[in-house]
Each structure stands twice: as structure tokens, then as C-alpha cells.
């Protein structure tokens, strides 16, 4: 016997076991007892038992019948074969529910259900079982003569609506509503796409003028994940890239950035906030957030810091951004990234655009806030406590790193400081 011993012997975690049960049934009918069989081809003899006695339903489980030679598997396992489609159609005008006839042949019931649905004569709906597997081997050879091939009027009308413009989806949308009952004219706007790349697949014309709006001729790859396309014309500098001393909090001077956006995105207002000290600072933006007026707002909120205060900034690929490299041109300051949908690692800034929600809630209207006002905001938060500082707060904390006699600290400590220009 062409068999060989399943080496794996454990639960077979649902799986059907067509080759294993056909063996065990030919050692049995040579008259070899159902014990031994078992252990030749490799399953547990309460599975034989089954097999050949069925079993009443118990535990949520459903019952099933003994299996019947006409209910084994004379052909591939992979697909369904003529016996099995005999089967199904003399349960199904005995009345038996889909489930049950997908356990008697140890089938899916998604199985049994396509089978019917598939292969039933579409003139009456009767599935017949000689008609069905006529219908299902006709269906599997490949390969297959392309539809625009097999339907020339087909072909005629979509190449029509191509020279007009239309796109695939179009096609295919409006030969379905304007055909329903045609099916063989439904296709996949995928089939169209295949056609107009390969020509020879489908018959279609190419002109002077492309088939395509987007006048290609040839699919263009999808990126892949790591082959990501640039966000900005100037290349930009990953966080991976920052030195270590900025995410071991060891010296000032590293800042993160984001934008605050106001009610239905027509507001905004930029915050900066520096990793040792939480120190807050707000940029006022009333003319809009294009990357010309943040890269402005940035130079003139940063160019007045000494350069222990101006070391780096951390920000996410927001397009505000796009004009980094001139902000760093102007200051010398340079502009690290995040990587993309990565809030977290601009924890800091994140926190506090939450606290600044106290000031500036969900859903308002930003641009009310005139610059005199976002000073206020940033010296109210600069002189709270925090639990992260020992309850210093970040005016304090910023005090004792750069000295509190220092020009910049009384200029950074006075609510209307920020003022700029």
C-alpha cells in the first residue's frame, strides 16, 4: 500500500483527514481488524470507531452518520468529485440542510453552500450532480481564454468608453447597471487594467492617444513599506539619527514641536516645548500654517536663543515642516523626524498640547488667541509645578541650568516676551 504512517500523531485541530480515512477503509476491507488500522495509518481508534459506526451528538458537537463508500473522497481531496456531488444532490431532495450534508462528507458547510450556488442549472436552479461536475471542470483548466477575447462585442464597447475617457471602474460599474441579467459581460475593473498592460490578453487597440487618463502603459509598482517615498523635497533626518544626550534628557536645548489645529482645521497655533526643563513656548500663527510661515514663526521664536537653549528640534512629518532645511540654514539649528504615526516619540510635546487643552479645548476656533494672550498661556504653564521637575516648576528648572541671572531667562520668564515683530 502506497501510504505513509502519519509521524505526527496529535490532534489534527479540525482538519479532514481524506487520505488517512480512504487508507483506513482499504486496510479494512482486505481484513485487517479496525484497531490495527488504526495504528498503521496513524489515528486514534476512537476516529475509526466513528467512521465507521458514526456518532450521536454530544458537547455542542453535531452528530453524523457512518461514512458510506459513495461518501468517500475517488478523487483529489482538494476538490469536490462526482460521488460527493451525487451526495449532495440526493440529500438536498431529501430536505437536508446544508450543515448536515457538509458533515456527512466531512466538508465545509462554505464549501457545500458554493458548490450550490455555483453549479446549479441557471435556467431552474436544480442542481444536478453529472451537470454540476461538467460545470466545475469546465470551469478549472487553465489557462483560460480571456474574456475580451472570447466576447468581441464586449471588447468593442469597453475600448469605446477607454477612447472617451473612462476609466475601468467606470466601465464596469455602468455595464452592470446598465446589464444585469448579463453576466457574462460583469468583469473586475482588474480585467480591464490587464488588458491595457498587456494588449495581447485582451485585443484592445492602442492608439495616439492613450487608454488611459493617466496615460500609462505599463503598471506601476506599489512601494513597499520599507521603500517609503520621501515626504519632503529635502531630505530628511530621522530621530534614530539624534544624538544620545537628547533622549537621556542629559543637557538643554533639545526642543519638540506640533501644531495645535483649531475647530473644522482653519486655526492653528505651534507649540515648543524643551525636554529637560518642560519649558513651553507658543508660536502665534494667524495667517495659516503653509511651511513659509511656520519656517518664519520658527526662525524668529528660536533665532534669540543662546546656543546652550538652541541645540535641536524633534518634530513630526507634518507638512508644515516641508522648508526644515531652511530653517536650519537661517539658525543653524538642526530639524529632526519622527517616524511616521509615532506620536510617542515626541512624548513630552504630546503632554503638554494636553494640558494646553485646559486653555484651548477640542473643536474651538484658534485664531480669537492673539500672541499677547499664547505668552500669558506659556508663562501660566512655565509656573506650575510639576511631578516630573521634584515639583520645580519649568521657569525654575530653566533657571537653574542656564543661570538665573542670564539676559534670556528674564526676557524667556515675562508673560508678553514672546512677542515677535
Not at 458533515?103 to 464549501?111: A, H, K, Q, Y
Not at 512629518?317 to 529632526?336: C, D, K, M, N
Not at 516648576?393 to 508678553?416: C, D, M, S, V
Amino acid at each position: 500500500m502506497e501510504f505513509e504512517i502519519r509521524k505526527q500523531r496529535g490532534p489534527s485541530r479540525g482538519e479532514t483527514l481524506h487520505r488517512e480515512r480512504r487508507a483506513y477503509f482499504d486496510l479494512v476491507n482486505k481484513g485487517v481488524s479496525s484497531q490495527e488500522a488504526c495504528r498503521i495509518v496513524g489515528i486514534n481508534y476512537r476516529t475509526g470507531k466513528r467512521w465507521r459506526n458514526g456518532h450521536k451528538p454530544s458537547g455542542g458537537h453535531p452528530g453524523a452518520p457512518p461514512v458510506t463508500t459513495s461518501a468517500l473522497h475517488t478523487e483529489s481531496g482538494r476538490y469536490l468529485g462526482t460521488t460527493e456531488r451525487i451526495r449532495i444532490a440526493d440529500r438536498l431532495r431529501e430536505g437536508a440542510s446544508i450543515r448536515s450534508i457538509a458533515t456527512e462528507l466531512n466538508r465545509s458547510p462554505s464549501t457545500i453552500s458554493r458548490e450550490i450556488r455555483r453549479n446549479s442549472d441557471p435556467s431552474d436552479g436544480q442542481y444536478r450532480p453529472y451537470a454540476a461536475q461538467q460545470r466545475a471542470g469546465a470551469r478549472r483548466p487553465r489557462p483560460k481564454t480571456a474574456k475580451l477575447i472570447k466576447y468581441p462585442t464586449l471588447r468593442r464597447r469597453i475600448q469605446r468608453h477607454l477612447d472617451k475617457g473612462w476609466s475601468p471602474e467606470q466601465i464596469v460599474y455602468r455595464l452592470r447597471r446598465d446589464f444585469p441579467l448579463l453576466t457574462d459581460v460583469h468583469l473586475a475593473p482588474e480585467t480591464i487594467y490587464q488588458a491595457v498592460y498587456q494588449p495581447a490578453r485582451g485585443g484592445l487597440t492602442r492608439g495616439k492617444k492613450p487608454l488611459l487618463r493617466t496615460g500609462r502603459t505599463m503598471r506601476r509598482p506599489r512601494r513597499q513599506a520599507q521603500a517609503r517615498r520621501p515626504r519632503f523635497v529635502a531630505p530628511m533626518v530621522m530621530i534614530g539619527q539624534r544624538p544620545d544626550e537628547v533622549a537621556a534628557r542629559l543637557v538643554p536645548g533639545h526642543w519638540e514641536g506640533d501644531l495645535v489645529i483649531g475647530k473644522d482645521g482653519r486655526s492653528q497655533m505651534g507649540t515648543l516645548v524643551e525636554r529637560v526643563s518642560r519649558y513651553v513656548m507658543l508660536l502665534h500663527l494667524p495667517g495659516g500654517r503653509s511651511p513659509e510661515i511656520v519656517r518664519d514663526e520658527l526662525i524668529a521664536m528660536m533665532q534669540g536663543l543662546p546656543a546652550q537653549l538652541a541645540r535641536s528640534v524633534t518634530w513630526d512629518q507634518g507638512s508644515e515642516l516641508a522648508r526644515h532645511h531652511e530653517f536650519t540654514a537661517a539658525t543653524g539649528i538642526p530639524v529632526y523626524f519622527c517616524e511616521p504615526h509615532s506620536p510617542w516619540q515626541r512624548g513630552t510635546n504630546e503632554n503638554t498640547n494636553g494640558l494646553l487643552r485646559q486653555y484651548f479645548p477640542k473643536s474651538t476656533d484658534l485664531s480669537g488667541h492673539t500672541r499677547a494672550h499664547l505668552d500669558e498661556v506659556a508663562a501660566e504653564l512655565n509656573d506650575r509645578p510639576r511631578k516630573v521637575l521634584g515639583w520645580d516648576t519649568p521657569a525654575e528648572r530653566l533657571a537653574t541650568l542656564i543661570g538665573p541671572g542670564h539676559g534670556i531667562f528674564r526676557r524667556l520668564t515675562e508673560p508678553t516676551s514672546l512677542a515677535i515683530g
